[in-house]
């Protein structure tokens, strides 16, 4: 059974119990969060902020944890619905800073990796371009 870290206070009630019933359904698995991962369409990382109360899970989640533990969705979706109307939209729920979003990446992390991706990728182009005008034979023209 997973040692669970509390949940944030500022979570309601109807939040704060759709999640710990997804955290016992997901501990009656008996899966690791990377395995729910592998049998569901949502990630690690994304389980990890659903089931911390850091985000809330979409309906799409909780139909799949369902699906895999062999649970009956009606109830699940039930508490889906009523932690949908408290839970704080647009606002990040805060973990503390032993939380899931300690380890999150620097703010231009992404736009790092897409530009760096970019010019890996503008690389492989010339590198190939370069290749196909040695190959064609000279003065051929």
């Not at 408290?86 to 979003?101: I, L, N, R, S």
């Not at 992390?109 to 503008?122: K, T």
Request: net charge positive.
């Amino acid at each position: 059974m997973t040692r669970w870290r509390p949940l944030p206070d500022v979570l309601p009630r109807e939040a704060r119990h759709l999640v710990e019933q997804l955290r016992a359904l997901k501990d009656r698995t008996g899966l690791s969060l990377a395995e729910l991962a592998r049998r569901t369409a949502y990630s690690k990382s994304s389980w990890q902020r659903y089931l911390s109360g850091a985000k809330q899970p979409p309906r799409g989640a909780v139909q799949a944890l369902c699906r895999v533990a062999g649970a009956d969705q009606a109830r699940l979706l039930a508490l889906w619905d009523l932690a949908n109307t408290t839970w704080p939209h647009g606002v990040p729920v805060a973990a503390g800073p032993a939380g899931p979003m300690a380890d999150a990446p620097p703010a231009g992390a992404e736009y790092r990796r897409w530009r760096a991706a970019a010019l890996v990728s503008f690389g492989v182009i010339v590198v190939l371009l370069a290749g196909l005008l040695w190959l064609l034979p000279a003065g051929s023209g």
